[in-house]
T-cell receptor
């Protein structure tokens, strides 16, 4: 099956610093990757859609200058939380569209997530 | 504005019985629906999906039913097993313009399988 990894799994940082999270598709090429965040006991909220070789598309209300996304290759997308603040503390999850493994490009396979805690 | 709704935050089912998880949606543009299973501090795991051109899809113990007119879908798990205890998310996408789209998730239902 399609495997997506994320690194790091957990990170604690000081307020004002930047944190980079990597998302990799290990056994398939992902033309599209997605970034979600999840607050405790809440749903997963789509933050942005990342297409290889082009600029990410951000959802309404998500600051693109704060959450920098780079999809440099068909197997790697990175999310950088710049000048992190305590309210950015959350669980960040990436997913990859496993075309053509999936019957339809919308079936996404998720990474294990990254727990970010900003002190 | 919650476009995908899972109105039951939790559901308790006895082992061996059928688990039925429900999901409602409001956006008539949604044409593809998925169910994911999630354990704490892990990413969601894809379970099963259904296209709007179908009303049923089955995969082993999992069956998803779609009622387009009611904008309702349900996931049936039978027989329920202890390892099924997890949070189940319903998700939907509207394939506007083709290509992969981000998913809209419900808030999840915590399924507890009791021995």
């Amino acid at each position: 099956g399609a495997v997506v990894s994320q690194h790091p799994s957990r990170v604690i940082c000081k307020s004002g610093t930047s944190v980079k999270i990597e998302c990799r598709s290990l056994d398939f090429q992902a033309t599209t990757m997605f970034w979600y965040r999840q607050f405790p006991k809440q749903s997963l909220m789509l933050m942005a859609t990342s297409n290889e070789g082009s600029k990410a598309t951000y959802e309404q209300g998500v600051e693109k200058d704060k959450f920098l996304i780079n999809h440099a290759s068909l197997t790697l997308s990175t999310l950088t939380v710049t000048s992190a603040h305590p309210e950015d503390s959350s669980f960040y999850i990436c997913s990859a569209s496993a075309f053509p493994l999936a019957a339809r490009t919308d079936t996404q396979y998720f990474g294990p997530g990254t727990r970010l805690t900003v002190l | 504005d919650q476009q995908v709704k899972q109105n039951s935050p939790s559901l308790s089912v006895q082992e061996g019985r059928i688990s039925i998880l429900n999901c409602d949606y409001t956006n008539s543009m949604f044409d593809y629906f998925l169910w994911y299973k999630k354990y704490p501090a892990e990413g969601p795991t894809f379970l099963i999906s259904i296209s709007s051109i179908k009303d049923k899809n089955e995969d082993g113990r999992f069956t998803v039913f779609l009622n387009k007119s009611a904008k309702h879908l349900s996931l049936h798990i039978v027989p329920s097993q202890p390892g099924d205890s997890a949070v189940y998310f319903c998700a939907a996408s509207a394939r506007e313009g083709g290509g992969a789209d981000g998913l809209t998730f419900g808030k999840g239902t915590h399924l507890i399988i009791q021995p």
